[in-house]
C-alpha cells in the first residue's frame, strides 16, 4: 500500500503526529499561493511592520486567521490570560456585516503562541474600540487594500519579500505540520470541515517519503526501548 494512503488512513483515525521528526524541513513552494515563510522570515516581516499592521500580519501569520476572521475580531473574542483566539464570527464583505462561521468547524478556539501574545498585548495597551484590528478607533474593519499596499512599501524598503494574507494562512500551517501538532489539533484551528481537507491541502508538508518513515519508526522503537529498560531497572 502507498505510504500516502497509508498516512492518509492513520491521520483520519487521529494517531499520527503530523512531526516527529525533529529535522523536518519547511518544504519548497509550489505556486504563489502556496508560498510559506520561514520562522525568520515570520518573525522579521511581523516586527517591521507598524503596530495595527504587525497585530493583523502576526494574527494571520501564528493563529491562521482567514481575511474575514481578521476583519471581524473582537478583543472579547481574545482571551490573553488563558491563551485563545475565539473565532465566533467572520465579515462578509458583500453585505458588510459580520456574520457567523458558515459552518460549525468555523466556530473555533485557537491556541496564542508566546509569539503573537507579546504583539496583541502590545497592541491592546495603545487600541481602541472593539475591533482588534480595525479603524475608526477599532469601529470599522480594516480596509485590507490599503492595509496590503502600504505593508508591501515597508517591506521592500526594508529588503523583505512581502506577503499576502492568504500566504500567511498557510505559513501558519506549515509552521504547525513542521512544529509536530496532530493532524487533528491542526484541522481544528484551521477552521476545517474534516481531516481529510486538511490532509488534502496540506498533505504535501506533511512527512510522507520512505526515510521519513522510517525515522519515525526509529524514534518509536527507540522511545519503547527506553522506556522498557527503565522498567526493567526499577524491578
Known amino acids: 500500500m502507498p505510504l500516502r494512503v497509508i498516512y492518509r488512513r492513520a491521520l483520519q483515525d487521529g494517531d499520527v503526529a503530523l512531526n516527529p521528526c525533529s529535522n523536518l524541513r519547511l518544504p519548497a513552494s509550489r505556486g504563489r499561493r502556496d508560498r510559506i515563510v520561514s520562522p525568520e522570515q515570520a518573525a522579521a516581516l511581523t516586527r517591521s511592520a507598524a503596530p495595527r499592521r504587525s497585530c493583523l500580519v502576526g494574527l494571520a501569520l501564528y493563529a491562521g486567521l482567514r481575511r474575514g476572521e481578521l476583519m471581524a475580531l473582537r478583543w472579547d473574542d481574545v482571551d490573553l490570560a488563558a491563551g485563545v483566539i475565539r473565532v465566533e ?5 458583500k453585505s458588510q456585516v459580520a456574520v457567523e462561521p458558515k459552518s460549525r468547524a468555523g466556530r473555533r478556539r485557537v491556541p496564542i503562541a508566546a509569539a503573537l501574545r507579546d504583539i496583541l498585548a502590545e497592541h491592546r ?15 470599522t474593519p480594516f480596509n485590507d487594500t490599503s492595509v496590503a499596499g502600504r505593508a508591501f512599501k515597508v517591506w521592500r524598503r526594508a529588503g523583505l519579500e512581502p506577503i499576502g494574507l492568504h500566504e ?11 512544529a509536530g501538532v496532530n493532524a487533528r489539533a491542526l484541522t481544528t484551528y484551521m477552521g476545517h470541515s474534516s481531516v481529510t481537507v486538511t490532509y488534502d ?3 504535501h508538508l506533511m512527512p510522507g517519503n520512505e526515510d521519513e518513515a522510517a525515522a519515525l519508526l526509529d524514534a518509536y522503537l527507540e522511545r519503547a526501548n527506553t522506556r522498557a529498560r527503565l522498567a526493567a531497572l526499577a524491578d
Do not use: E, K, P
Request: proline share 0%.
Open 89 to 93: 464570527r467572520s465579515w462578509d464583505a
Open 125 to 139: 495597551m495603545t487600541a481602541d474600540g472593539d475591533l482588534v484590528v480595525g479603524r475608526d478607533r477599532g469601529q
Open 168 to 178: 500567511a494562512r498557510h505559513t501558519f500551517a506549515s509552521l504547525m505540520i513542521a
Open 201 to 203: 491541502r496540506y498533505g
